[in-house]
């Protein structure tokens, strides 16, 4: 908690928004219906036309049927926050939504958890997906850090600031 993981997928957006890549976004500890219906609300807004007859489709199927479509068209992100580690049946969701995504080479996926999540159900979703651990900053980058704000500190007052955060950028916001 607080090394910044939300504040990672934001600078993912701004990114996206630069380079005008489609991306979803969506909390991943909603229940599978608000997270389909969220995930659904924001690939519909890519779309200048309604072609697709989602009034048809089942309401869970709707986010993976339409992500494909968007994944036809070229480059997607999807960012998943706070995923929940601990519970199993989430991460089961996840695996069968990123299952029948992940063999687009044009996919980008980012999720953020407290702990590092394996996924053990689907072998080609465990295989396709790495895993990067973000750390507390060291010493020399906390410095960076600082420098980058620019707000002069002296290095007394930059020591104390590195001792209470213990290199959480988010801690050394405040």
């Not at 993912?12 to 219906?33: H, T």
């Not at 580690?85 to 999720?111: A, M, P």
């Amino acid at each position: 908690e607080g090394i910044g993981k939300t504040s990672i997928l934001s600078k993912v957006i701004e990114k996206c928004d630069e380079n005008k890549i489609p991306y979803i976004e969506a909390n991943a500890n909603q229940d599978l219906p608000q997270f389909s219906n969220k995930i659904t609300e924001q690939i519909r807004k890519y779309y200048t036309t309604q072609s697709l007859p989602l009034e048809e489709m089942d309401e869970l199927a709707q986010p993976v049927i339409l992500t494909k479509a968007l994944l036809e068209r070229g480059p997607l992100v999807i960012l998943l926050d706070a995923v929940d580690s601990t519970d199993d049946r989430k991460i089961q969701e996840l695996e069968d939504l990123l299952s029948g995504l992940i063999i687009y080479n044009k996919l980008f996926v980012v999720l953020t958890s407290r702990r590092s999540i394996s996924f053990q159900q689907n072998k080609s979703v465990a295989r396709r997906l790495v895993t990067f651990s973000v750390q507390p900053l060291d010493r020399v980058n906390t410095e960076q850090y600082l420098d980058s704000v620019n707000f002069p500190l002296d290095p007394t007052l930059r020591d104390i600031i590195f001792e209470w955060t213990r290199g959480y950028p988010l801690a050394m916001n405040e």
